[in-house]
């Protein structure tokens, strides 16, 4: 066999493991995660929350950002069965969608609260998808990092 040969069959046996690989990362996909489109499929998985958190993840196929945080989205929503997870691609006939619900950058989320409406919105990067995940995980077991007033105001006088 050729070099050339070689380099081809190797070509094509790598293109194949890539189908593979795409199509395991598809049937990863949690069951609590829906792909919208449209606004109106968006509006119509909001108001199917029935008291849920939703959790929405913005991107794009060609951002590599937005592929990176793809295995920890999906582990995420993993982890919270009960709550709502939407995927929003950017695509050209939705791009006035991402505009319209003013998605400064990719990957970028919200977290809606079901009495609240949207609570978050932030960044999703690797960088800041720690604290994202951290948000998630308070609005759905129902805590809060805040400080109390009180306990707050009484530190800072110690500190005088």
Same mark, same amino acid.
């Given at each position: ?5 070689? /380099?081809? /069959? ?35 998985? =909001? ?31 993993? &982890? ?28 970028? &989320? ?5 009495? &609240? ?16 995940? /951290? ?10 990092? =805040? ?14």
């Amino acid at each position: 066999m050729s070099n050339f040969e070689r /380099r081809m /069959r190797s070509l094509v046996d790598t293109q194949q493991k890539k189908k593979i690989s795409r199509s395991a990362a598809k049937s990863n996909r949690p069951q609590n995660l829906q792909v919208v489109t449209t606004l109106g499929e968006y509006d119509k998985a =909001l108001k199917s929350a029935n008291g849920r958190i939703v959790v929405v993840r913005f991107h794009a196929k060609w951002c590599k950002a937005c592929q990176a945080v793809t295995s920890s989205y999906y582990r995420l929503a993993n &982890g919270y069965e009960d709550a709502i997870f939407i995927d929003v691609p950017v695509t050209e006939k939705n791009a006035n969608l991402h505009q319209g619900l003013a998605v400064p950058s990719l990957p970028f &989320g919200h977290i809606y609260h079901p009495t &609240g409406g949207l609570v978050e919105e932030m960044k999703m990067s690797k960088k800041f998808f720690p604290k994202f995940s /951290r948000y998630v995980t308070s609005y759905i077991q129902g805590e809060c990092d =805040l400080k109390d007033e009180l306990s707050f105001n009484s530190i800072n006088k110690e500190q005088e």
